[in-house]
């Protein structure tokens, strides 16, 4: 008799993503409308020097007509506006943009700073304009970070043979419709292979089209596929300029750039609410979040640091296994099919950081 009153079905992939986000709105969202032609010098609207201005506060109407300031809102009257900096990663003018609550709603703003097609962003980085898998931005930025956005570049069909159960890829997804690779394993079968590189958004497998599927969608398919036979992959990869170095195709060591900011405050984008500015997590919650992607990585083929982020907001406050589980089955993260062993490794970490067994040192690693 299982441990948990819902069994699970175990998913097993090659695949991980950007989560959803917000902020305080000034523009009207946009989504579903046309948008206009991509300009020869994507020139974009936004002045590159505007600086952060101050809100206005509230006013209200007296007897006599006279608008007097709203006096019990300090929080409101002492709130600046927030507005950041962003850049098309293979070269343009820098614009401005703000406004936005979420991934799909920055990604508008983008496209409306420089009059491309929404759909035409693959994903952004943050504080660099390389493909760096490290730096791809999901659900927090912090207020001083500059937004690099890489746009779609060259398609390419590559038939592929399927030698091993395992591919060896690692799948993210951008939060709004595309998934694309994060990681290839060294010495898996794509990695033999040239012309697949991490940054590549995967559009099709055979005439199945990808686009709206989530990073967990798109790896179980890729698992699915039968081993020896032969698929046929589409890939659009990122728009490249002469100075655009890309990453390593495998990531062999942990780097700080891929932690969650600490020490700095971040804008919190949310998908099921308005955005918040709050600090950074410390450094224990940072860990117990990667350790957590981690698994993910492992159990699914995904890399999700928003995921995993959910996953410990969730569990923080629960007492023990079983309403650890509960919550999970009651949740949205029932739809990954989470197995009763995965629960209780995701418990395990999570309980090692409320129990103190889990122990930073101070050369960043954890010890337990």
């Known amino acids: ?12 992939a090659d695949g991980h993503g950007v989560g959803e986000d917000k902020h305080d709105s000034s523009y009207k969202d946009g989504a579903g409308s046309g948008y206009g032609a991509a300009l020869p010098n994507s020139e974009p609207k936004s002045s590159p020097t505007r600086p952060h201005t101050q809100a206005q506060p509230p006013r209200t109407q007296q007897s006599n007509g006279t608008p007097q300031p709203n006096e019990g809102n300090h929080q409101e009257t002492s709130r600046q506006r927030l507005v950041f ?4 990663a293979q070269g343009s003018p820098t614009g401005i943009i703000s406004g936005f609550t979420n991934v799909k709603e920055l990604y508008q703003k983008i496209s409306e700073c420089y009059d491309f097609v929404v759909s035409d962003i693959l994903y952004c980085t943050l504080n660099t304009h390389k493909i760096d898998m490290s730096r791809l931005l999901g659900g927090q930025i912090g207020l001083d970070d500059f937004i690099f956005v890489h746009r779609k ?7 592929i043979t399927k030698t091993d159960e395992a591919l060896g890829l690692t799948i993210t997804d951008n939060g709004a419709g595309y998934a694309f690779i994060k990681r290839i394993k060294e010495g898996s079968t794509m990695d033999a292979i040239t012309h697949v ?3 590549d958004h995967i559009e099709k497998i055979n005439d199945k089209s990808l686009i709206g599927a989530r990073h967990f969608e798109v790896a179980r398919m890729l698992k ?8 046929t992959l589409r890939l659009v990869e990122p728009r490249k300029a002469g100075f655009t170095e890309i990453g390593p195709r495998s990531n062999p060591g942990k780097s700080k750039s891929g932690k969650l900011g600490t020490g700095k405050e971040t804008l919190r984008l949310r998908s099921n609410g308005p955005a ?8 224990l919650v940072v860990m117990a979040i990667e350790k957590i992607n981690s698994l993910l990585e492992s159990f699914m083929g995904i890399n999700d640091i928003e995921l995993a982020q959910t996953i410990w907001e969730l569990g923080i406050n629960k007492e023990n296994t079983h309403d650890f589980a509960f919550a999970v089955d009651e949740s949205d993260l029932a739809a990954f099919g989470f197995t009763d062993d995965f629960i209780f490794d995701l418990w395990g970490v999570i309980g090692d950081v409320k129990s103190g067994r889990l122990i930073p040192d ?5 010890n337990f």
Do not use: R
């Open 1 to 12: 008799m299982p441990f948990f009153s819902k069994k699970k079905n175990k998913d097993s």
């Open 85 to 88: 900096h962003v850049q098309q």
């Open 153 to 159: 570049g060259q398609a390419k069909e590559i038939e």
């Open 197 to 199: 590189c991490v940054g």
């Open 224 to 231: 699915e596929i039968p081993k020896f036979s032969t698929f």
């Open 276 to 283: 918040k500015v709050e600090q950074a997590p410390d450094e």
């Open 362 to 366: 101070q050369g960043g690693s954890a």
